[in-house]
């Protein structure tokens, strides 16, 4: 009499799902860290945007001292936040045999050159991020200094158009030419903006366009090493270098007064409009700074097609908010372009998705991209 024999359950199914649901849950965790750093971001570049125009426009102070004093803060906070991470990381002991230190000391040797070179290239795109981002604080200064808020939100609206130039410049990456046609109308609403808005004027019009350009140049290259550096080195690096840069500027318009800087005088300091000053700006570096943090953690985190998306309905709700809380006057024509600036944008973005590129031999991908969590 034959016993039919029965097979014995197969154990790597249970493990097979404990490991899907661990997946699962930290997909889940990432989704809701992603969607924590949207919220820090809009809410500390909304406190960031409406304390720079009442320090520029109210307080009386000039754009180069409160870039300066954004670029400093950041940089000392920066330099705190390196140094906590470093110090509260656990040293490991080495944990192998002789043959395998030896094979990774070859391994080290043979790729001792190509290190040299990626630190090389670091650097360099590191003094070059410096420059960029102290130029684009003074350049959006200025330009809040000198036209509404809401206007200088639209104008940075247009940012996809500049994006699509630095991406083929720097990036090497082509364009499909539905996108390219989807930035029309979000020419034609800056156009209209800028002959329409009623608190127009030239110099902040072009450092905002100027800023524009800057600004979408140093996150093309900021993409290509924060995958490398991280994104609070990358944006203490970053500050120190800005400050390097600005301190010459700063120093050459402020040669005239500096008499009036070495002399003591406690009677400035207890000027209830200069303590009140002060006030504005301690909480203006600190929103900047979180400003700063949480934007390198969305694009370290999002697509670049993500990150375009929140960045649009950022600057829309910037305008909206921004409107409501000076009381800007608008025509109906100035409304009427920032609603073709803000539709045409998203036009791009959907355009970005439906139509993309075809692969280049000489494309060179981006650093950190990845996809949405």
Same mark, same amino acid.
């Given at each position: 009499?034959?016993?039919?024999?029965?097979?014995?359950?197969?154990?790597?199914?249970?493990?097979?799902?404990?490991?899907?649901?661990?997946?699962?849950?930290?997909?889940?965790?990432?989704?809701?860290?992603?969607?924590?750093?949207?919220?820090?971001?809009?809410?500390?570049?909304?406190?960031?945007?409406?304390?720079?125009?009442?320090?520029?426009?109210?307080?009386?102070?000039?754009?180069?001292?409160?870039?300066?004093?954004?670029?400093?803060?950041?940089?000392?906070?920066?330099?705190?936040?390196?140094?906590?991470?470093?110090?509260?990381?656990?040293?490991?002991?080495?944990?192998?045999?002789?043959?395998?230190?030896?094979?990774?000391?070859?391994?080290?040797?043979?790729?001792?050159?190509?290190?040299?070179?990626?630190?090389?290239?670091?650097?360099?795109?590191?003094?070059?991020?410096?420059?960029?981002?102290?130029?684009? #604080?003074?350049? &959006? +200064? @200025?330009?809040? $200094? =000198?036209?509404?808020? *809401?206007?200088?939100?639209?104008?940075?609206?247009? /940012?996809?158009?500049?994006?699509?130039?630095?991406?083929?410049?720097?990036?090497?990456?082509?364009?499909?030419?539905?996108?390219?046609?989807?930035?029309?109308? #979000?020419?034609? &609403? +800056? @156009?209209?903006? $800028? =002959?329409?808005?009623? *608190?127009?004027?030239?110099?902040?019009?072009?450092? /905002?366009?100027?800023?524009?350009?800057?600004?979408?140049?140093?996150?093309?290259?900021?993409?290509?090493?924060?995958?490398?550096?991280?994104?609070?080195?990358?944006?203490?690096?970053?500050?120190?270098?800005?400050?390097?840069?600005?301190?010459?500027?700063?120093?050459?318009?402020?040669?005239?007064?500096?008499?009036?800087?070495?002399?003591?005088?406690?009677?400035?300091?207890?000027?209830?409009?200069?303590?009140?000053?002060?006030?504005?700006?301690?909480?203006?570096?600190?929103?900047?700074?979180?400003?700063?943090?949480?934007?390198?953690?969305?694009?370290?985190?999002?697509?670049?097609?993500?990150?375009?998306?929140?960045?649009?309905?950022?600057?829309?709700?910037?305008?909206?908010?921004?409107?409501?809380?000076?009381?800007?006057?608008?025509?109906?024509?100035?409304?009427?372009?920032?609603?073709?600036?803000?539709?045409?944008?998203?036009?791009?973005?959907?355009?970005?998705?439906?139509?993309?590129?075809?692969?280049?031999?000489?494309?060179?991908?981006?650093?950190?991209?990845?996809?949405?969590?």
């Amino acid at each position: 009499m034959l016993r039919t024999q029965t097979s014995t359950p197969s154990k790597p199914q249970p493990d097979r799902r404990r490991a899907q649901s661990v997946d699962a849950n930290e997909q889940r965790l990432k989704r809701y860290e992603t969607f924590l750093w949207l919220c820090a971001w809009y809410l500390t570049s909304l406190g960031t945007l409406l304390l720079n125009k009442i320090i520029l426009t109210e307080r009386g102070v000039s754009s180069q001292a409160l870039g300066a004093c954004q670029m400093l803060s950041t940089a000392l906070l920066g330099a705190a936040k390196v140094w906590w991470s470093s110090s509260s990381q656990p040293e490991r002991g080495p944990n192998r045999s002789s043959v395998d230190l030896e094979a990774l000391s070859q391994a080290e040797q043979r790729t001792e050159e190509s290190t040299n070179a990626q630190r090389s290239d670091v650097r360099a795109t590191l003094v070059a991020l410096g420059a960029l981002r102290g130029l684009t #604080v003074v350049l &959006g +200064l @200025v330009s809040l $200094a =000198h036209v509404a808020a *809401s206007f200088t939100e639209t104008i940075k609206a247009t /940012a996809p158009i500049f994006t699509v130039w630095t991406a083929r410049v720097v990036l090497r990456q082509r364009t499909s030419g539905p996108v390219v046609a989807s930035l029309i109308p #979000v020419m034609v &609403g +800056l @156009v209209v903006c $800028a =002959h329409t808005e009623v *608190s127009y004027d030239a110099i902040g019009f072009w450092a /905002a366009l100027a800023n524009n350009a800057v600004d979408c140049l140093q996150n093309v290259l900021s993409k290509k090493i924060v995958s490398t550096l991280g994104p609070v080195k990358l944006q203490f690096y970053t500050s120190l270098l800005a400050i390097a840069f600005q301190l010459p500027i700063l120093a050459a318009r402020t040669t005239a007064k500096a008499e009036a800087l070495v002399q003591p005088s406690t009677t400035f300091m207890l000027d209830p409009h200069v303590q009140e000053s002060m006030k504005y700006i301690l909480v203006n570096v600190c929103c900047y700074h979180a400003q700063s943090v949480s934007a390198y953690c969305v694009v370290d985190r999002l697509s670049p097609v993500s990150t375009s998306v929140a960045n649009t309905l950022k600057r829309s709700l910037l305008i909206f908010l921004t409107i409501i809380y000076f009381g800007n006057e608008m025509t109906a024509e100035s409304a009427g372009g920032v609603v073709v600036v803000v539709c045409g944008v998203g036009l791009y973005n959907w355009a970005r998705v439906r139509y993309p590129a075809p692969a280049a031999d000489d494309e060179v991908p981006s650093a950190g991209d990845k996809d949405d969590t």
